[in-house]
Structures are given as structure tokens and as C-alpha cells.
């Protein structure tokens, strides 16, 4: 594969990425603008602001960050990113797996205002992490300067040889492209989590990140080539898939303000997390990319929350004050102005290896290219609480 000597690579979150060389960027910031904006944007980019825009290519374009290619976790990021990207003027062509494409409704908006458009910088291709071919033929089609890997199932319960095939091997196939995840850590023993703690992976998700992690470090100290580790401490939005807690969290009490549903049952209240906005991860993605020399990066809020107070917030938003009573398995979390049960502890939802505590120490990040969260822990699950609401009134409707 002639095509990832002549790319620069750096690993984020649990996305990885490749870096070419050249070309200036349009500097303009609009990640925490609305889809309308955006798209407006976008064509503004498509006049030719760039002598010669730099390209793009993510994997998992679906997700939230956009979402994950063939490891569908939520794939948030890839949605994010490819926004932030196209308003850098980039561009960007994703890549999709046969099977995801019921589950587009992150890019839909930004797919159709560009389908039309002359000229296009916005495309998408059938591949998958587990077939070596689709991704030389993409990659040879593409010629991108930079490569952003998203695709990863992070979900636990995804069974375990997923995680080896698409996300160890996977890495090995994409080459440079490498993802890395705050799970590598697990079972800690220092905290807040840094670049330099000691790894304790927890779950067969965290083991294949592991693998992910030295076959970067292997590549940018044994050939020479621009790979870097981006360790992304858990970030959330609006696009974060259901099977997730906090989108669990906010779409139930959305659903329980409605009167759709009666009460939310949660594994592990005491779990705490560090938790950040989504749009705000992919920008130090980027920023990762523009770095003179390689590096690793912990990207986190540095901020440790509980579910009981993700679960707390999120009910005080839509005016239910939650009084816990009780502990453990016969925890109940109940609305105090009614004495109704509204939250119960259920067994199944506990994890077979739990990781009790994660929080980051984003220091490096910040002092190196100024990276800071935009959003904080209310402003977040004020967010995702906004967004659900609308989304399940305008199910009613």
C-alpha cells in the first residue's frame, strides 16, 4: 500500500487519523452551530475559497462524531467531525458499510444539501474494516491528505470477537488510521488518567484498543511516520445511540415527562465518568493533525460525575425533583412530589468487569494547541435533555 507511506497518522479517541502534507485550511469554527448553519456554510466553502482543498476521509461517517463505519457505536463523531471539517473547507468522503445505511440520519442533512451541488466536497463509499480491498480501492480513489478512523463498535456487549476483527485487525488493515479509547485504562490505579498511567483494560473492547494503541506507537517509532494516540475520555450529544446511558437517561425522562413511559432502569449509579460534548472531541481530533511532531493526547474535562447525578439532572430539567432512597441493588430513585418510583437499579445492566471510575487529565492538550471543552456537564445534559424532548413530542405528533 504505496498510499500510507505518503501519509502523516494520529490516532483520536477512539479515532484514528492520517496526516498529509500542504495545503492551508480555512480556520472558520462552526461545530456548535445548527444543521441549517452549517449547510450554509458549506456552500460558502464550495466557492473556491481554497486553491487546493485538503481532503478528507473518515471512517464510520454515520456516527455521532459521526458514528462509527463498521463498528457502529454510536458513531456520533463521525457526523461532528465531518461538519467541522467542511466548515474548515475540506473535501470529505466517508465511508459506509452496506448494513448501516438504514441508520443515516446523522449526515442526512449535510448529504442532501451536497448531492446536487458543483462542486461536491462531500461523498460517500461502501467498505468495510474487515476487507482489506474496499479500503486500497477507496484509499487509492480518494487520495486523501488526512484519514480520521471512527469505526469502532464501544459498546460493551458487542460480542468479543468483533472487537479483535474490526478494531485490532482492522487497524492493521488501515494502517495508519488507529483508534485509542479512555477504556484502554480500566482498572486504575491513579487518578486523573494522564498519557503516561498505566493501562488495565477491563472489557474485550478495551484489550482490542490496546492492540490499536502500540501498533500506533510501533509505527511512528519503527518507520518513521506522523501517528499519534488520541485518548478520548467519554464524549456525548444529542447523536449518541440509545443503548448508551446518558442517551438512555434522557430519552427515558423524556419519555416519563410525556407520560410514555413509567419508570427508567439504570445498572450501576455509582459509576462515575468524565464526560465531554462530542462536537468538542472532534475539534482536538483536528487539532491533533495540525501538530508539528507526533504525539499522544488524553482529551477529557477533567470532571468525574456520577450516573445518580446524570440521572438527577436530567429528571430537574423537566421539573422532577428525584429523592434516593435506599442503597445498592434496592436503590429506587423517586419523585418527590408524588412518591412515585421513578428509577430502579436492575442487575442486568451491570457490567461483567466494571470500570468504577474515569476521568482525565487533558494537560498535555491543553498547553499544547489551547484545547478547552466549550460545554460543561449542565450544559450538556441540558442538550441532550432539549433534544429529546423535541424528538419524542414530535413522535406524539
Known amino acids: 500500500m504505496d498510499c500510507t507511506i505518503s501519509y502523516r497518522t494520529v490516532t483520536l479517541n477512539f479515532y484514528p487519523v492520517l496526516k498529509g502534507y500542504g495545503y492551508n485550511h480555512i480556520s472558520t469554527s462552526c461545530q456548535r452551530q445548527s444543521p441549517q448553519i452549517h449547510i450554509l456554510l458549506l456552500m460558502a466553502v464550495c466557492s473556491g475559497i481554497v486553491d487546493k482543498r485538503k481532503i478528507a476521509l473518515i471512517t464510520g461517517v454515520t456516527g455521532q462524531v459521526t458514528f462509527s463505519i463498521c463498528f457502529f457505536t454510536e458513531f456520533k463523531d463521525g457526523a461532528y467531525l465531518s461538519e467541522l471539517l467542511l466548515c474548515k473547507g475540506y473535501e470529505v468522503h466517508g465511508i459506509i458499510r452496506r448494513s448501516s445505511t438504514f441508520n443515516t440520519s446523522r449526515i442526512d442533512h449535510i448529504y442532501e444539501a451536497q448531492k446536487n451541488a458543483s462542486p461536491r466536497i462531500f461523498f460517500l463509499h461502501y467498505g468495510d474494516m474487515t476487507d482489506s480491498s474496499s479500503l486500497i480501492r477507496i484509499i487509492s480513489q480518494v487520495k486523501p491528505d488526512e484519514i480520521y478512523n471512527l469505526a469502532a463498535q464501544s459498546h460493551v456487549k458487542v460480542l468479543s470477537f468483533v472487537w479483535g476483527e474490526v478494531v485490532a485487525m482492522g487497524t492493521l488493515r488501515l494502517l495508519d488510521a488507529i483508534p485509542s479509547s479512555s477504556e484502554l485504562y480500566g482498572k486504575v490505579s491513579s487518578s486523573p488518567q494522564h498519557e503516561c498511567t498505566p493501562f488495565h483494560p477491563r472489557s474485550p473492547y ?10 500506533v506507537v510501533n509505527y511512528r517509532e519503527s518507520y518513521g511516520l506522523f501517528a499519534c494516540n488520541g485518548i478520548l475520555f467519554n464524549h456525548e450529544s444529542p447523536r449518541r445511540g440509545e443503548t448508551f446511558v446518558t442517551r438512555k437517561i434522557t430519552r427515558a425522562v423524556s419519555r416519563i415527562k410525556m407520560g410514555l413511559q413509567n419508570v427508567l432502569e439504570l445498572g450501576n449509579l455509582n459509576a462515575e465518568r468524565d ?11 483536528w487539532q491533533m493533525l495540525q501538530q508539528e511532531q507526533p504525539d499522544d493526547y488524553v482529551i477529557a474535562t477533567g470532571e468525574k ?19 434516593w432512597i435506599g442503597e445498592g441493588l434496592n436503590e429506587v430513585g423517586v419523585d418527590s412530589s408524588t412518591d412515585i418510583v421513578r428509577v430502579r437499579v436492575e442487575p442486568r445492566y451491570f457490567r461483567p468487569a466494571e470500570v468504577d471510575l474515569l476521568v482525565g487529565d487533558s494537560s498535555k492538550a491543553r498547553t499544547k494547541f489551547n484545547w478547552e471543552p466549550s460545554c460543561n456537564f449542565h450544559q450538556l445534559v441540558q442538550m441532550m435533555m432539549d433534544a429529546d424532548l423535541r424528538a419524542v413530542s414530535s413522535e406524539l405528533q
Open 206 to 215: 478495551a484489550v482490542a484498543k490496546l492492540y490499536a494503541y502500540w501498533i
Open 275 to 285: 464526560w465531554g460534548f462530542a462536537g468538542d472531541y472532534v475539534r482536538a481530533m
Open 305 to 323: 460525575h456520577t450516573v445518580r447525578e446524570f440521572t438527577t439532572l436530567a429528571f430537574a430539567h423537566v421539573g422532577i425533583h428525584i429523592q
